[in-house]
């Protein structure tokens, strides 16, 4: 088997006249942490929603573990193995943190709704089961301290952590992390790199960074796409990529000045 866990191939989605994803073809190696940068508009989190089914490919092709996702509906991609965190944060506000982590959890537990609503001994089990997971999802990613508290209530930083939590608690094989780290300083930032790492190993999983932060990607990406205008401008590792002229001169140069984002 090959050891891409994903394969994007020849993608195109267009919007009218735009070409938001132009003949765009990478892969991202499994178990690693693949970064996927470049400037606004350039097509990174509309490759998300290509590989997630929120929009269907105009054409190409995009497979997980050597199988194609063509057809598949948002709910059937998340059952085959991807979970994704949203640019703009996505929880459910109301619930408490714990509630966040453990509703995807049940969700896949075998016990239908209505031993659930009697709560016979197997709903209870698999409920203190999924309560139990949660927390240990929640300890390895730093904020157990929240889980009694209301997501809306939590700050920032917490709510971004939150919501990779709620991701791993899909149990997937790729995880796709769009700009996790936006609105954080230098030294979040950082903390957030290693928390990813950590999510990583822990739980063997191949993550699909999109990242403004440069820093945070040089630091933890074996290997870096970089798209522009919808295609690809290059790839390779941190060194290639910050050495890559194209780069510099279509993204990177314009960074150098401002450190990190936009
Ligand atoms: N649903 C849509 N309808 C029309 N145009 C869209 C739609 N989704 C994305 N686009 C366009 O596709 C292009 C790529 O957008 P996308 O959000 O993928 O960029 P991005 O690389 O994630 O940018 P950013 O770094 O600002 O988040 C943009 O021109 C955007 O306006
Ligand atoms: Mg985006």
Redesign the pocket.
């Known amino acids: 088997m090959s050891d891409a866990l994903l394969e994007v191939r020849d993608l195109t989605r267009t919007?009218?006249g735009?070409r938001?994803v132009d003949g765009l073809s990478f892969d991202a190696a499994r178990d690693g942490i693949t970064g996927l940068i470049?400037?606004?508009?350039?097509?990174?989190?509309?490759?998300f929603?290509l590989i997630t089914a929120v929009?269907k490919p105009t054409s190409g092709s995009i497979r997980l573990g050597g199988h194609d996702l063509a057809g598949k509906r948002p709910d059937e991609v998340v059952r085959s193995g991807v979970s994704r965190t949203f640019?703009n944060i996505r929880l459910f506000n109301r619930m408490t943190c714990l509630q966040n982590v453990m509703t995807p959890i049940l969700a896949r537990a075998s016990c239908g709704p209505v031993s659930s609503l009697f709560g016979t001994p197997s709903a209870r089990r698999e409920e203190s089961e999924a309560r139990e997971r949660a927390f240990a999802i929640m300890k390895n990613i730093g904020i157990e301290d929240s889980a009694h508290r209301i997501a809306s209530t939590l700050p920032y930083g917490i709510q971004r952590k939150l919501e990779i939590a709620r991701a791993i608690a899909c149990s997937p094989s790729l995880l796709l992390l769009d700009?996790p780290a936006a609105g954080m300083n230098d030294a979040e930032t950082r903390e957030l790199g290693e928390t990813i790492v950590r999510v990583r190993n822990d739980f063997d999983v191949t993550i699909l960074l999109?990242e403004?932060h440069i820093s945070l990607i040089m630091d933890i990406c074996a290997h870096i796409v970089v798209?522009e205008r919808?295609a690809l401008l290059a790839s390779g590792s941190p060194d290639e990529i910050r050495e890559d002229p194209l780069v510099v001169e279509a993204y990177l140069g314009r960074r150098r000045s401002g450190g990190s984002a936009r």
């Open positions: 919007f009218g735009i938001a470049g400037p606004n508009g350039a097509g990174k989190t509309t490759v929603n929009y640019q700009e999109i403004h798209m919808g």
